[in-house]
């Protein structure tokens, strides 16, 4: 069992950044790959970007890429989301996921945090 706590979101202007935390606690955390979705209002649930175990791989959206940033600390059990020149349509609730799997992770399954709102004012 994991349990993710998201933090970090807030009220932002466009073109400005925020960093988004990711929690673990539970079973080791170095052994999870992971992940950041985000839902905004009236859509489905979508990838953003993941990350393995080791970091040795990350993997982004289309449409965050360049913008975004996936990176996690072990030893703190901790994973980031940096967040640059944010757009209005970034704004939405943005989750975190882990799985053993990096396909996994990147398909939507596994543990779920709650979720941190990200609003992007124009």
């Known amino acids: 069992q994991v349990q993710l706590v998201e933090s970090g979101g807030g009220l932002v202007q466009s073109g400005g950044s925020l960093r988004l935390s990711c929690a673990a606690s539970?079973?080791?955390?170095?052994?999870?790959?992971m992940g950041w979705f985000r839902q905004a209002p009236g859509k489905e649930r979508e990838f953003v970007a993941a990350?393995?175990?080791?970091?040795?791989?990350?993997y982004y959206a289309d449409s965050v890429k360049g913008r975004f940033t996936i990176s996690r600390d072990n030893a703190k059990n901790t994973m980031y989301l940096q967040m640059n020149s944010l757009k209005p349509e970034d704004t939405a609730v943005y989750y975190c996921?882990?799985?053993?799997?990096?396909?996994?992770?990147?398909?939507?399954?596994?543990?779920w945090g709650q979720g941190t709102q990200v609003t992007v004012s124009s």
């Open positions: 990350i393995t175990w080791s970091a040795e791989s990350t």
């Open positions: 539970g079973r080791t955390f170095s052994s999870y790959a």
């Open positions: 996921n882990a799985e053993e799997q990096i396909a996994v992770v990147t398909m939507g399954r596994g543990y």
